[in-house]
T-cell receptor, first 110, second 112 residues
Framework: GQNIDQPTEMTATEGAIVQINCTYQTSGFNGLFWYQQHAGEAPTFLSYNVLDGLEEKGRFSSFLSRSKGYSYLLLKELQMKDSASYLCAVRVYGDYKLSFGAGTTVTVRA | DSGVTQTPKHLITATGQRVTLRCSPRSGDLSVYWYQQSLDQGLQFLIQYYNGEERAKGNILERFSAQQFPDLHSELNLSSLELGDSALYFC???????????FGQGTRLTVV
């Protein structure tokens, strides 16, 4: 299986920047996904990286380094509504499921 | 709205009972995935179907089973329910192996 690690909790101030790291150990890597999940709600797709580098999408950016088994999600200009759990997920070749990390709970404070 | 529909939204049942959770994927998506999310755990993959065939299996208990029908909707059957089966059950769908999965709103199962 895939070993996916991310911090349990992070706190930041409204308007600030937060970086959520994710490390993984797997063979046959075929993509890394970030999802946002508000408590009791469905995960919603944020970003997808399969090649090294930075993908930017509005206030959210995601970075991948396949050689280091490392990704991060960068949230800029934090808003109160960004308070949620952020899930890192990995897919491998020959397998079709997304394997999820335990999630990072981000709390945005005024 | 992700386009994935799950019913029912909430289900309360007693230990030992059997329940069926239903999922309708997004229009055109052939893959359906089932996940379990308990309070103290992350999203645990249960099983995946692709165009009616089982494609991948996770840590799904023998008391649990699933199927995907010709119209591509899927059902997850949970039997001999235990208190520990209380969780959010999510269904997700995707179009092909390289695209993201879209999640339904989940079914909150409470076993009493």
């Amino acid at each position: 299986g895939q070993n996916i690690d991310q911090p349990t909790e992070m706190t930041a101030t409204e308007g600030a920047i937060v970086q959520i790291n994710c490390t993984y150990q797997t063979s046959g890597f075929n993509g890394l996904f970030w999802y946002q999940q508000h408590a009791g709600e469905a995960p919603t797709f944020l970003s997808y990286n399969v090649l090294d580098g930075l993908e930017e999408k509005g206030r959210f950016s995601s970075f991948l380094s396949r050689s280091k088994g490392y990704s991060y999600l960068l949230l800029k200009e934090l808003q109160m509504k960004d308070s949620a759990s952020y899930l890192c997920a990995v897919r491998v070749y020959g397998d079709y499921k997304l394997s999820f990390g335990a999630g990072t709970t981000v709390t945005v404070r005024a | 709205d992700s386009g994935v529909t799950q019913t029912p939204k909430h289900l309360i049942t007693a230990t030992g009972q059997r329940v069926t959770l239903r999922c309708s994927p997004r229009s055109g998506d052939l893959s359906v995935y089932w996940y379990q999310q308990s309070l103290d755990q992350g999203l645990q993959f249960l099983i995946q179907y692709y165009n009616g065939e089982e494609r991948a299996k996770g840590n799904i208990l023998e008391r649990f089973s699933a199927q995907q029908f010709p119209d591509l909707h899927s059902e997850l059957n949970l039997s001999s329910l235990e208190l520990g089966d209380s969780a959010l059950y999510f269904c997700a769908s995707s179009g092909s192996g390289d695209t993201e999965a879209f999640f339904g709103q989940g079914t909150r199962l409470t076993v009493v």
